[in-house]
């Protein structure tokens, strides 16, 4: 992709990613009306709206539609040079078979060792490190997170500011543990997403749990290996609301309050120190995407995710349907057979899910995203997969697993942003980084979420809400590499408490949001 110096805003542009490509899309905003005349000689048949696609050649009916250097779909219908090709024009392929796939057969030499670089962080003793210091108070069940509530508000006001080195006090609240399944075999999920989430980096190992005392998943089975809540509840952070000795709500608050400050003393004595940015488990999504997620946002992204596993640090893709069209390209890139297995495993059993619940992959796209450009999910699949960069796919996840590779990590997750980045979240992701094209407020309490813009426009209607503009790219006033250092440097910076995200600034925090394929009883 080559993007010329920026000209003057009034010439029509187009951005044409690879040679192969019988499409480009229209660069400038608000769109370029019919008659349009671009340098080469092309001239639009019609109005075509920014990011939208436009035929550079005529594509003959039931012709493949080339973006990427890949075939994003068939013509409907005759498709002169100048045409908007609009999604009710292109007919959707059928995903890759999951069968005959390339398996680990890019040898990809590796990347230069990026040394030197470093963050403050929060260290802890299972050798993890945190970017923030939380208190993190687990629910066991859905019916105690009004109690919770209360006691938060309490906890905010009177404690909170008594212990000043403690970022903030959360509560990781959710709708399971009890009218479901407990043992369906695909219980293990939010169970084992709710465990390694009590646990996070962020969380300095003071878990506190409340129950309520009869649901199906017992507190204990929330806690780290190695704690006993027989032996003292109150020290292994245990409480139940159901306990004979609380006689009343207000009891009840009082020894959610008591918890608290104990572990608030203790998390009150951590200290940031210089770690290298090997420490860092960086997640990596985008949501409200657009034609240009995969031309600025996502390559920019793709750039410092390099940068950050040549710095032995752990990065995590994910969402399993914007990658299943690309998965052909991505399981060459694994570093063995065993990992291109995996990553196969991860969409199959994708696919088999979606097929049980009546839908399919197609189902993804949602009305913004197609305002934004994106014909179908196999287009929006290509962008996505930007975001992975160049390097070798080191290890894959199955949802909430818990990393335990360095390198470029895929984490199967479903692409709802909630649902996708609470299973990052239990993964143990100590930065979140978020490329949006329609913009979204979305924000994690638990970690820092950086937001980066694939246009200029969302930029600067959003500037209080968005940290990187990475629309420079398609204007020419930066490189891809440019605004991939950007962000690599800002991840650094933000990890270290330096730099504040925007969603930080506001308190913007989504709540956790728990995949849970299993039955409901």
């Known amino acids: 992709m080559t993007i010329p110096v920026k000209p003057p805003a009034e010439v029509p542009r187009y951005i044409r990613l690879n040679e192969r490509d019988n499409v480009a899309i229209i660069v ?141 006090v959360v509560a990781v609240t959710h709708a399971y543990g009890c009218g479901v399944a407990i043992n369906a075999p695909q219980a293990n999920i939010p ?58 709500f207000g009891a009840m608050i009082d020894m959610i309050v008591a918890m608290a400050e104990t572990r608030l003393a203790v998390l009150n004595q951590r200290k940031r120190e210089t770690c290298p940015a090997s ?23 793709g750039f410092a995710s390099d940068l950050l596993v040549r710095a032995g640090a752990t990065v995590m893709f994910s969402e399993v349907t914007e990658v299943r069209d690309a998965i052909h390209l991505l399981t060459q890139r694994a570093v063995n057979e065993d990992v291109a297995r995996s990553l196969i495993r991860e969409m199959a059993w994708y696919d088999d899910y979606l097929e049980k619940g009546g839908a399919d992959r197609s189902a993804n796209p949602t009305p913004g995203n197609k305002k934004g450009g994106l014909a179908n999910i196999v287009e929006k699949a290509l962008g996505s997969v930007a975001k992975s960069g160049s390097s070798a796919i080191s290890g894959v996840l199955s949802p909430g697993e818990r990393v335990r590779d360095k390198g470029l990590i895929f984490a199967a997750t479903p692409a709802s942003d909630f649902v996708c980045g609470t299973l990052q979240l239990a993964s143990g992701m100590n930065v979140h980084v978020f490329t949006t094209g329609r913009g979204t407020p979305y924000g994690l309490a638990a970690v820092p979420v950086i937001k980066v813009a694939t246009r200029t426009e969302l930029a600067q209607r959003w500037s209080d809400l968005i940290d990187v503009n990475a629309g420079t790219i398609a204007t020419g006033e930066a490189s891809i590499e440019d605004v991939g250092w950007e962000i690599f440097r800002l991840i650094l910076d933000v990890a270290s408490g330096k730099k504040k995200t925007c969603a930080d600034k506001w308190g913007l925090h989504n709540a956790l949001t728990l995949f849970n394929p299993a039955p409901i009883t």
Not at 49 to 73: F, N, W
Not at 132 to 151: R, Y
Not at 193 to 209: C, K, S, W, Y
Request: aromatic share 6%; charged share 25%.
């Open 191 to 248: 169970i084992r997403t709710l465990q390694n989430l009590a646990r996070h980096p962020n969380f300095g190992g003071e878990v506190m749990i409340v129950g309520l005392g009869c649901e199906k998943l017992q507190p204990e089975r929330l806690l780290p290996e190695g704690k006993d809540a027989a032996k003292d509840g109150m020290k292994t952070g245990i409480m139940r609301l159901q306990d004979e000795t609380l006689t009343s």
């Open 279 to 301: 420490d860092l488990v960086v997640g990596l999504q985008c949501g409200g995407s657009d034609a240009f997620s995969g031309v600025t946002a996502n390559p920019a992204l």
């Open 28 to 168: 400038n905003a608000f769109g370029m009306p019919a008659g349009t005349r671009f340098a080469d000689g092309l001239t639009l048949r019609e109005f075509v709206p920014q990011g939208h696609k436009v035929s550079l050649t005529d594509i003959a009916q039931d012709a493949p539609i080339i973006r990427y250097g890949e075939v994003i779909g068939y013509a409907l219908d005759l498709l002169p040079a100048g045409s908007w090709v609009e999604e009710s024009r292109v007919r959707t392929p059928e995903a890759p078979s999951l069968d005959g796939l390339d398996l680990a057969t890019r040898r990809l030499a590796p990347l230069p060792p990026l040394e030197g670089y470093t963050f403050e962080g929060y260290r802890n003793n299972d050798g993890s490190v945190g970017t923030k210091n939380i208190l993190a108070i687990s629910t066991s069940v859905q019916c105690v997170a009004g109690t919770l509530e209360v006691a938060l508000k309490r906890i905010k006001d009177e404690l909170l500011p008594k212990y000043p080195n403690v970022d903030d």
